[in-house]
């Protein structure tokens, strides 16, 4: 079984990331990063789902803010506490202790060559570590993230918003040589929860329950902001290639982050030209391709599988909701 560690920013589709990680793969830990909300409430947050989701998974806290610019929230569709719309329980556990750059690579040491990380909110965690221990890159088997377009971006008209909240993080990823797998919003946005899937969460159990609170809330927030009919199941995406490998489809090409200041900042620049061999010949320092970008999905397939699996969480006792 494919061992995974989720680096996320929870974050209501993050959230579902994590069960759906737990349900069908070896979760080995949980990061947390700034970005749906501070770091203190993604982290706390995590603490929660992990607990509500009965999981024995080690999480540990990580970046408060991006290597370079603006620290930003994403409170406007994620609310004040990260993941609002239902009342998750208290954490009956806490963190490890160990600063989730650290954690990263001592998981990644312990699973030489075995672990993917799937980054699903701002790379920030990711790419210090791959700063601080260079070995990182070799023995780690991959990296599939949620971020980046091909299309058109959620922050800026370009930029995806857990690129765009740390380019210079991202482009350490995409300069690493770690195999890559990159689902952005061109896809995950056809994997669109809608209000009769969200009936069918509700009445299904405590975890179904508290999904369907929590995407009635993600879509209003989705629509008022986005004007989309229904809510993206972003992050459980970067995980397709190792659960439902047949409902997507990857182009390996070259991938570069706009860096610069201005509109471009955060794009995720993928050349797709079909350029021939003789062509090639003549480009000075063409880029080799370095990320496999997904460029098709079975949209409601996902959304009939990612539903299924919450509905048929068959996990622990659950504990009662705590104080809000
Ligand atoms: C990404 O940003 C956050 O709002 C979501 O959790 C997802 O990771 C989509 O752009
Ligand atoms: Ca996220």
């Given at each position: ?193 809608g209000p009769a899937d969200i009936d069918r969460l509700a009445g299904s ?7 369907a609170?929590?995407?009635a ?108």
């Amino acid at each position: 079984m494919q061992k995974v560690l989720i680096d996320c920013d929870p974050g209501h589709d993050d959230a579902i990331a994590i069960l759906y990680a737990a349900t069908h793969l070896d979760l080995v830990g949980i990061s947390t990063v700034y970005g749906n909300q501070t770091v203190e409430k993604t982290t706390a947050n995590a603490l929660s789902l992990a607990t509500l989701f009965g999981l024995d998974v080690p999480v540990a806290q990580g970046c408060a803010a991006p290597l370079a610019g603006r620290l930003r929230h994403g409170g406007d569709i994620h609310g004040k506490t990260g993941i609002d719309g239902a009342e998750l329980p208290a954490p009956d556990r806490g963190t490890t202790g160990m600063h989730a750059v650290d954690f990263i690579i001592e998981m990644a040491s312990k699973h030489r060559g075995e672990l993917v990380l799937c980054p699903t909110g701002p790379m920030t965690n990711v790419g210090m570590a791959l700063r601080k221990e260079p070995r990182l890159a070799e023995w780690l088997k991959g990296i599939s993230l949620m971020g980046g377009t091909t299309q058109i971006g959620n922050t800026t008209p370009v930029a995806e918003f857990n690129i765009w909240c740390d380019p210079e993080a991202a482009d350490l990823l995409f300069r690493s040589g770690v195999p890559l797998w990159m689902a952005g919003l061109n896809v995950t946005r056809q994997a669109g929860i809608g209000p009769a899937d969200i009936d069918r969460l509700a009445g299904s159990g405590p975890v179904g329950d508290t999904f369907a609170g929590l995407f009635a809330f993600f879509l209003d927030s989705l629509r008022q902001v986005h004007g989309l009919a229904t809510a993206s199941l972003h992050d459980p995406c970067a995980l397709l290639p190792f659960i439902r490998p047949d409902l997507v489809t990857y182009r390996e090409v070259p991938v570069e982050i706009a860096l610069a200041q201005g509109p471009t900042r955060g794009m995720t620049v993928c050349d797709f030209r079909t350029l021939t061999p003789k062509a090639l010949e003549n480009i000075q320092g063409m880029a080799r391709p370095n990320c496999r970008v997904a460029v098709g999905i079975d949209g409601p397939a996902v959304v009939a599988h990612i539903v299924s699996a919450i509905t048929g969480w068959s996990g622990r006792k659950l504990p009662q909701p705590g104080p809000a």
